[in-house]
């Protein structure tokens, strides 16, 4: 049975990765621009959020990056500060303010590897209210983007079974 589960989630994660791709964005409340080191992420959730005349939401790093092109947390966004800082910590604290806010369709940005792994743990706290939108990263070397997606395939095969976000 254990074999059985790992080749399961094994070939989950292998799909969701293999074929990163963006949800369609339907009317969403709010944009979550993602922490982590990537100002794609800042200017595909700005853009997105102008088209959509949604909310902007910056995690963590993203407000920094938010910062850098004139954002103010409070006037040009809503901030947050994820306990974890992590995508986990980030699904349940925008689980959170989506309830507290009524927002029932959001919107997330992040990078384009990132998707499957933000897909899944944001869907397990808001359920099918969620678009994963990627950017595309910087390129990198081959061994940087390996890494990259080697962290993502475990991360994501995490999210399904023992680090669930909610």
């Known amino acids: 049975m254990a074999v059985l589960t790992a080749v399961v989630v094994g070939v989950v994660a292998g799909v969701t990765l293999l074929w990163p791709r963006d949800d ?27 088209e959509h005349d949604a909310v902007l ?33 980030e699904a349940r ?3 959170e303010l989506a ?34 939108v990627g950017a595309a990263h910087s390129a990198g070397s081959w061994w940087a983007d390996a890494y990259r997606y080697a962290r993502e395939a475990v991360g994501v095969a995490a999210a399904i079974t023992v680090q669930r976000a909610c």
């Open 24 to 50: 369609e964005v339907v009317a969403p409340a709010a944009v979550v621009v993602l922490g982590g080191p990537a100002a794609e992420r800042t200017a595909l959730g700005q853009a997105l959020a102008r």
């Open 57 to 89: 939401v910056l995690s963590a790093s993203a407000q920094w990056f938010g910062r850098q092109v004139g954002l103010r947390c409070g006037d040009d966004a809503q901030c947050i500060d994820p306990v974890p800082v992590t995508t986990r910590g």
């Open 93 to 95: 604290t925008v689980a």
């Open 99 to 132: 309830r507290a806010q009524g927002w029932e369709r959001v919107a997330v940005a992040t990078s384009d590897h990132h998707t499957g792994r933000a897909r899944v743990l944001f869907r397990q706290c808001l359920g099918d209210g969620v678009s994963v």
